[in-house]
Protein backbone atom coordinates (compact mmCIF):
# COMPACT_ATOMS: atom_id res chain seq x y z
CA UNK A 1 0.00 0.00 0.00
CA UNK A 2 1.58 3.33 -1.23
CA UNK A 3 1.47 6.25 1.57
CA UNK A 4 2.83 10.08 1.81
CA UNK A 5 5.38 10.83 3.77
CA UNK A 6 5.92 14.12 2.93
CA UNK A 7 4.40 16.80 0.82
CA UNK A 8 4.69 20.14 -0.08
CA UNK A 9 2.32 22.96 -2.32
CA UNK A 10 3.64 25.17 -5.12
CA UNK A 11 1.89 28.69 -6.19
CA UNK A 12 -1.02 27.41 -8.61
CA UNK A 13 -1.97 24.66 -6.35
CA UNK A 14 0.35 21.73 -7.45
CA UNK A 15 0.94 19.73 -4.69
CA UNK A 16 4.54 17.40 -4.65
CA UNK A 17 4.66 14.27 -2.26
CA UNK A 18 7.04 11.94 -1.76
CA UNK A 19 5.52 8.51 -1.53
CA UNK A 20 6.64 5.33 0.07
CA UNK A 21 5.46 2.40 -2.12
CA UNK A 22 5.30 0.64 -5.62
CA UNK A 23 5.35 2.90 -8.75
CA UNK A 24 3.07 -0.14 -10.71
CA UNK A 25 0.11 0.43 -8.20
CA UNK A 26 -0.01 4.60 -8.65
CA UNK A 27 -3.51 5.28 -9.54
CA UNK A 28 -2.98 7.98 -11.11
CA UNK A 29 -3.25 9.79 -14.78
CA UNK A 30 0.07 8.55 -15.60
CA UNK A 31 3.45 7.47 -14.31
CA UNK A 32 7.37 8.08 -15.48
CA UNK A 33 9.02 4.87 -16.31
CA UNK A 34 13.40 5.34 -16.18
CA UNK A 35 13.98 4.26 -19.34
CA UNK A 36 16.93 3.64 -22.03
CA UNK A 37 16.62 5.61 -25.19
CA UNK A 38 15.50 2.40 -27.47
CA UNK A 39 12.76 1.64 -24.70
CA UNK A 40 13.87 -1.95 -24.34
CA UNK A 41 12.33 -2.53 -20.56
CA UNK A 42 14.10 -5.42 -19.27
CA UNK A 43 15.44 -4.63 -15.66
CA UNK A 44 14.84 -2.17 -13.04
CA UNK A 45 11.81 0.01 -12.85
CA UNK A 46 11.17 -0.71 -16.76
CA UNK A 47 11.25 -4.53 -16.50
CA UNK A 48 8.62 -3.77 -13.51
CA UNK A 49 6.50 -1.40 -15.66
CA UNK A 50 6.46 -4.00 -18.21
CA UNK A 51 5.58 -6.61 -16.46
CA UNK A 52 2.87 -5.38 -15.01
CA UNK A 53 1.34 -3.65 -17.69
CA UNK A 54 1.81 -6.30 -19.83
CA UNK A 55 2.89 -6.69 -23.74
CA UNK A 56 1.44 -3.95 -24.99
CA UNK A 57 3.53 -1.37 -23.12
CA UNK A 58 6.41 -3.25 -24.87
CA UNK A 59 4.75 -3.36 -27.86
CA UNK A 60 3.75 0.50 -28.07
CA UNK A 61 7.13 1.27 -27.30
CA UNK A 62 8.83 -0.67 -30.13
CA UNK A 63 6.10 1.65 -32.49
CA UNK A 64 7.57 4.87 -30.80
CA UNK A 65 11.14 4.01 -31.56
CA UNK A 66 10.45 3.12 -34.96
CA UNK A 67 8.74 5.63 -35.92
CA UNK A 68 10.09 8.80 -33.99
CA UNK A 69 14.06 7.02 -33.18
CA UNK A 70 16.04 6.66 -30.22
CA UNK A 71 14.75 8.68 -26.99
CA UNK A 72 16.54 11.47 -25.91
CA UNK A 73 16.65 13.22 -21.98
CA UNK A 74 14.46 16.26 -23.51
CA UNK A 75 11.74 14.81 -24.81
CA UNK A 76 10.01 11.45 -23.47
CA UNK A 77 7.77 9.09 -25.51
CA UNK A 78 5.35 8.07 -23.98
CA UNK A 79 2.35 5.02 -24.09
CA UNK A 80 -0.91 3.71 -23.04
CA UNK A 81 -0.52 2.22 -19.84
CA UNK A 82 -1.13 -2.16 -20.36
CA UNK A 83 -2.65 -3.35 -17.63
CA UNK A 84 -1.22 -0.66 -15.01
CA UNK A 85 -3.73 1.56 -12.78
CA UNK A 86 -3.08 4.49 -14.78
CA UNK A 87 -3.76 5.83 -18.29
CA UNK A 88 0.02 6.38 -19.82
CA UNK A 89 3.36 5.52 -19.50
CA UNK A 90 5.77 8.21 -19.89
CA UNK A 91 9.53 7.24 -20.66
CA UNK A 92 11.92 9.39 -19.58
CA UNK A 93 15.18 8.71 -20.39
CA UNK A 94 17.84 9.59 -17.46
CA UNK A 95 21.61 9.72 -17.41
CA UNK A 96 24.00 6.42 -16.97
CA UNK A 97 26.16 7.73 -14.21
CA UNK A 98 30.07 8.40 -15.37
CA UNK A 99 28.76 9.48 -18.81
CA UNK A 100 29.29 13.65 -18.16
CA UNK A 101 26.75 16.03 -17.45
CA UNK A 102 24.69 14.03 -15.41
CA UNK A 103 22.24 16.57 -13.25
CA UNK A 104 22.09 18.29 -16.47
CA UNK A 105 20.78 15.57 -18.02
CA UNK A 106 18.38 14.29 -15.51
CA UNK A 107 16.98 17.58 -14.78
CA UNK A 108 16.10 17.95 -18.50
CA UNK A 109 14.72 14.34 -18.57
CA UNK A 110 12.32 15.37 -15.28
CA UNK A 111 11.18 18.94 -16.81
CA UNK A 112 10.49 16.67 -20.09
CA UNK A 113 8.32 14.22 -18.04
CA UNK A 114 6.42 17.38 -16.70
CA UNK A 115 5.82 18.83 -20.08
CA UNK A 116 4.70 15.72 -21.64
CA UNK A 117 1.92 15.54 -19.03
CA UNK A 118 1.02 18.99 -19.65
CA UNK A 119 1.15 18.40 -23.30
CA UNK A 120 -1.23 15.26 -22.30
CA UNK A 121 -3.53 17.20 -20.21
CA UNK A 122 -3.41 15.36 -16.95
CA UNK A 123 -3.72 15.95 -13.67
CA UNK A 124 -1.65 13.81 -11.78
CA UNK A 125 1.91 12.18 -12.12
CA UNK A 126 3.87 9.81 -10.16
CA UNK A 127 7.64 9.47 -10.44
CA UNK A 128 10.42 7.12 -9.65
CA UNK A 129 14.10 8.42 -8.94
CA UNK A 130 15.08 8.44 -12.14
CA UNK A 131 18.57 6.57 -12.84
CA UNK A 132 19.35 5.76 -9.38
CA UNK A 133 19.14 1.86 -10.12
CA UNK A 134 20.55 0.04 -12.29
CA UNK A 135 22.37 3.70 -14.19
CA UNK A 136 24.19 4.13 -10.68
CA UNK A 137 23.44 8.25 -10.10
CA UNK A 138 24.29 9.07 -6.79
CA UNK A 139 20.62 8.26 -5.12
CA UNK A 140 21.17 11.75 -2.48
CA UNK A 141 22.40 13.59 -5.52
CA UNK A 142 19.95 12.71 -7.63
CA UNK A 143 16.94 13.07 -5.33
CA UNK A 144 18.15 16.67 -4.73
CA UNK A 145 18.48 17.42 -8.67
CA UNK A 146 15.27 15.78 -9.33
CA UNK A 147 13.24 17.93 -6.39
CA UNK A 148 15.42 20.73 -7.64
CA UNK A 149 14.22 20.54 -11.23
CA UNK A 150 10.91 20.10 -10.45
CA UNK A 151 10.29 22.85 -7.96
CA UNK A 152 11.95 25.31 -10.46
CA UNK A 153 9.35 23.93 -13.33
CA UNK A 154 6.36 24.62 -11.82
CA UNK A 155 8.03 28.14 -10.54
CA UNK A 156 8.13 28.97 -14.23
CA UNK A 157 4.43 28.52 -14.90
CA UNK A 158 0.98 30.64 -14.44
CA UNK A 159 -0.86 28.33 -14.74
CA UNK A 160 -0.85 24.05 -14.82
CA UNK A 161 -2.98 20.99 -15.74
CA UNK A 162 -1.04 19.14 -13.14
CA UNK A 163 -2.42 18.91 -9.97
CA UNK A 164 -0.75 16.08 -7.75
CA UNK A 165 3.04 14.83 -8.77
CA UNK A 166 4.31 12.16 -6.88
CA UNK A 167 7.74 11.25 -6.14
CA UNK A 168 7.57 7.11 -5.69
CA UNK A 169 10.25 5.28 -4.14
CA UNK A 170 10.21 1.62 -3.09
CA UNK A 171 13.00 0.85 -1.07
CA UNK A 172 13.85 2.07 1.95
CA UNK A 173 17.61 3.09 1.35
CA UNK A 174 16.58 5.69 -1.42
CA UNK A 175 13.83 6.74 0.12
CA UNK A 176 15.94 8.17 3.22
CA UNK A 177 18.06 9.40 0.41
CA UNK A 178 15.07 11.52 -0.71
CA UNK A 179 13.50 12.50 2.64
CA UNK A 180 16.81 14.23 3.12
CA UNK A 181 17.31 15.88 -0.29
CA UNK A 182 13.88 16.58 0.15
CA UNK A 183 14.87 18.21 3.91
CA UNK A 184 17.45 20.35 2.38
CA UNK A 185 15.38 21.49 -0.90
CA UNK A 186 12.46 22.47 1.13
CA UNK A 187 12.86 22.90 4.95
CA UNK A 188 10.32 23.19 7.53
CA UNK A 189 10.02 26.94 9.02
CA UNK A 190 10.65 27.03 12.37
CA UNK A 191 8.19 28.48 14.60
CA UNK A 192 9.30 31.26 17.20
CA UNK A 193 7.67 32.37 20.19
Known amino acids: MNHV ?4 DFAGGV ?18 NAANSHLQHGGGVAG ?3 RRGGPQVQEESNVWVRRHGPVTHDHPAYTSAGRLPCRYVIHAVGPIWGAGDEDA ?9 LQQAEELKLQS ?5 ISTGIFGFPKERAAAVI ?6 YFAGLQHSSLETVRLTVID ?4 AACRSAWERTFPVEQGGD
Do not use: C, F, W, Y
Open 5 to 8: ILET
Open 15 to 32: RLQLVEGDLTEEAVDAIV
Open 48 to 50: AIS
Open 105 to 113: KLARAVRGS
Open 125 to 129: LALPP
Open 147 to 152: LEAIQE
Open 172 to 175: QPTL
